[in-house]
């Protein structure tokens, strides 16, 4: 089991920038699938960003080419580099780890993206 633990969200101004960090413990995020997803009021959780074991990436289509998803396989923590920030941006964002069959998920708590002027 992995527990896991974002930071790094705040306030920034429309064309910022915020790197969003999450921190596994209890397990390796190594072997994991590790995403990022955004949720606003009212609204369901959605995909951001996908690291794959394999070492492949996905992205939502409204953030390809601004934001890039990473892994630190030392420091046990994957990061969001948000650029180009537009208020619609505006989040809660929460890293998920899923099971390589994907039966499994694990969430942290959330960090709270704000952009506006």
């Known amino acids: 089991q992995v527990q896991l633990v974002e930071s790094g969200g705040g306030l920034v101004q429309p064309g910022g920038s915020l790197r969003l960090s999450c921190v596994a413990s209890?397990?390796?995020?190594?072997?994991?699938?590790m995403g990022w997803y955004r949720q606003v009021p009212e609204k369901q959780r959605e995909l951001v960003a996908t690291?794959?074991?394999?070492?492949?990436?996905y992205y939502e289509p409204s953030v390809k080419g601004r934001f890039a998803i990473s892994r630190d396989n030392v420091k046990n923590t994957v990061f969001l580099q948000m650029n180009s920030l537009k208020p619609e941006d505006t989040a809660v964002y929460y890293c998920?780890?899923?099971?390589?069959?994907?039966?499994?998920?694990?969430w942290g708590q959330g960090t709270q993206v704000t952009v506006s002027s």
């Open positions: 998920k780890a899923s099971t390589t069959t994907w039966k499994t998920d694990y």
């Open positions: 209890g397990s390796s995020a190594s072997s994991y699938h």
């Open positions: 690291s794959y074991r394999t070492g492949s990436t």
